[in-house]
């Protein structure tokens, strides 16, 4: 456990180190309208270091680790097994990329698996720890929402408690069901399908609708399935921040690990030979998307820089690069997400350069992973603008 605790956290150095900073990200080291910009504008220095300033994203993922493997036990039994569910979990996809990018989806995992440990071990604590999740983020009316519905199950007057909890987080942070309704159902199944990976994906879907029609049901699976059910019947109406549902669906992995095992140790060694290939694909498949996640850059051997899934997190520090070898520290970009990255890497703004659609004047080069790619940089008689174009 020891040795994989220090594999993963090499693995995710090795993505926060690599990957320029983010719009979203540069807009949470900037502005403070969220908690998230007291967390990591500490850790902005004059020297642009996309790792340091993911420090304290790191630190929590890997802490999610720790207490996942805390947790694991109440569900499964075998050590070989709550390794699998370890495994899984810190594999997903959507887990790798939230621990390697300034988000909120890592901190929301690291107080649910606190609940989830508090109800197993101090459950008297638990509506007094509710209070602090109400007033710390809007994601958890989710958690209220299927802690609520996990108590009616049990026919437990409490469940009055964390619905009136899920009401007073709706009146607290609001709920946009305004628009013209629109069905993004297939959208928000390709995005789970992402942070999941597709055969995943299937498989934990599978794994819902099985508990929910035929096993008995636990607060992880409330957890997990309520917030999976959830998310697809509002997104049939409207479209959805999946950040807000995603963190409690992953920590279901653990479930996902103990259904297989269910149907796979009731059956005879012979008859076991497909759940094996199955299984084996299933991992396969994952372990493929996460080097490909990791390890992206090798995707600009194969297509275009605007192709790439990770472009906007590459083009602000390219461009920066480029604008310092042409001895420009400061520009306007047009763009505020754009100004923000460039403001990262030290590139200031100031009217003097710009960024411009025009076509004339000498050529310069953005550097992305294996490639390069020309950028007109212009010159006026009263100003001087760096072409934009697209890539």
């Known amino acids: 456990m020891t040795l994989y605790f220090l594999f993963y956290a090499l693995f995710l150095i090795i993505g926060a180190s690599t ?14 309208h969220h908690w998230l910009h007291y967390i990591v504008a500490p850790f902005v220095s004059k020297n642009p270091n996309e790792f340091i300033v993911r420090l304290p994203i790191v630190c929590i993922s890997l802490l999610n680790l720790a207490l996942y493997a805390k947790i694991a036990p109440y569900y499964l039994k075998r050590k070989e097994d709550r390794f699998l569910a370890l495994f899984i979990y810190s594999m997903l996809p959507g887990v790798i990329a939230t621990s390697v990018l300034i988000n909120k989806a890592p901190i929301i995992i690291f107080l649910t698996l606190i609940f989830i440990y508090m109800y197993h ?62 069905n993004y ?39 997990s399935g309520v917030s999976f059910l959830f998310a697809l019947v509002l997104s049939f109406r409207q479209k959805i921040d999946l950040i ?42 994952l372990i493929l998307n996460d080097f490909f996640l990791i390890f992206n850059q090798t995707l600009f051997i194969f297509e275009e820089p605007k192709h790439h899934f990770a472009y906007k997190y590459y083009f602000a520090k390219s461009l920066a ?15 505020e997400d754009l100004q923000l990255q460039l403001r990262f890497y030290g590139i200031q703004h100031c009217r003097q350069y710009s960024l411009s659609p ?20 212009v010159t006026n008689s009263y100003k001087k603008t760096v072409e934009q174009i697209e890539m």
């Not at 009616?152 to 709920?175: Q, T």
């Not at 199944?189 to 299937?202: D, H, N, Q, R, T």
């Not at 690069?321 to 763009?335: E, G, P």
């Not at 076509?359 to 992305?368: R, V, Y």
């Open 185 to 223: 159902f297939l959208d928000t199944i390709a995005v789970l399908a992402a942070i999941f990976s597709p055969l995943v994906f299937l498989y934990y879907f599978y794994t819902v609708y099985r508990i929910l029609v035929k096993e008995k049901k636990n607060l992880l699976w409330f957890l």
């Open 121 to 182: 071990k101090y459950v008297k604590w638990l509506p007094y720890f509710s209070l602090v999740l109400l007033l710390f983020d809007q994601s958890f009316a989710i958690l209220f929402l299927a802690v609520s519905t996990f108590y009616w199950y049990k026919k437990e007057k409490i469940a009055l408690y964390y619905f009136l909890l899920f009401v007073m987080s709706l009146w607290i942070y609001g709920f946009d069901v305004g628009g013209k309704p629109k």
């Open 358 to 377: 025009f076509k004339s004047g000498i050529s310069i080069e953005l550097d992305f992973p294996f490639g390069k790619k020309e950028v007109e940089f």
């Open 19 to 32: 990957l320029g900073i983010g719009p979203k990200e540069a807009e949470y080291i900037y502005t403070a």
């Open 321 to 335: 690069n480029a604008l310092y070898q042409n001895n420009i520290s400061c520009i306007d970009a047009k763009d």
């Open 244 to 285: 807000n549902f995603a963190p409690f669906m992953v920590v279901g992995a653990v479930l996902m690990v103990r259904t297989f095992y269910a149907s796979y140790r009731v059956r005879l060694e012979k008859y076991r030979k497909r759940l094996k290939i199955a299984f084996f694909i299933v991992i396969f498949s």
